[in-house]
């Protein structure tokens, strides 16, 4: 399992950082997890073809998570001239805020006469779910998008990668984290109770709790950036636009 971090960035992209993307390559398929705003210039930035993408897999429907489909879309149509099938898989509301989000941005592209299949389909919360051979968990979180917002667990049968999406605290991060051989955590602030995200206050005690091989850190603003070292120096990865780990 190989992951290149497309974007690392919070929805402001902080610190000149692309929107979330993560790109998992395994034997069995090539998945992306998350597809924010800036995701299609960050994959040709990092001469990444979308092409090779099988299955993009969403925890939440935020913008800068999810608002990257619709030029996603409209590349493999027009200009990539994709054939090769697409799997969008994302929490229960899915299926109209997609379409949705298509309209709001490129009126009647839903229309189009499709080069290439795709669908999408809508994860059972709480539950193991099959996603191009891959076993994909998701717990529900506290982050408010007008849908379910998840944290998300995906086994290829030999390495699991977990990532907590946005969220407060909860406790099924735990759950999602135990066992993993990498979680990608969110920790949007230093300090501070904002509401729907982690702060390094608040995550550090509960480090021991989570249970992860190792555990990388993401989706920071100025007040984490500014202190990269002193999470390195707990012994924690950080998550760097471009880098490319093996898990």
Known sequence: M????VGSGDAFGSG??????????????TLLVDCGAST????????????RIDAIVLSHLHGDHYGGLPFFMLDAQFLSQRE???LVAG???????????????FPLSTLNKWRFPWKVVEL???RSNDVLGHTVTTAEVVHFSGAPSTAVRISDGMKVFAYS??????????????????FMVECYNYSGRPSGHLTWEILRPRLGDLGARSIMLTHMNPTMLARLDEIRAEGL???????????
């Open 84 to 86: 090769r099938a697409l």
């Open 91 to 105: 929490p229960p509301g899915a299926r109209a805020r997609i379409p949705q989000a298509m309209e709001a941005f």
């Open 40 to 51: 299609m210039v960050a994959l040709k930035a990092r001469k990444l073809d979308p092409n």
């Open 237 to 247: 990865l950080v998550a760097e636009d471009g880098a490319v780990h093996e898990i």
């Open 16 to 29: 000149g950082r692309f929107n979330t993307a993560f790109l998992l390559e395994t034997a069995k398929a």
């Open 124 to 126: 059972d919360v709480g």
């Open 165 to 182: 999406g946005d969220t407060e605290w909860v406790d099924a991060l735990a759950s999602i984290a135990k066992g993993a051989d990498l």
């Open 2 to 5: 190989r992951l290149t971090i």
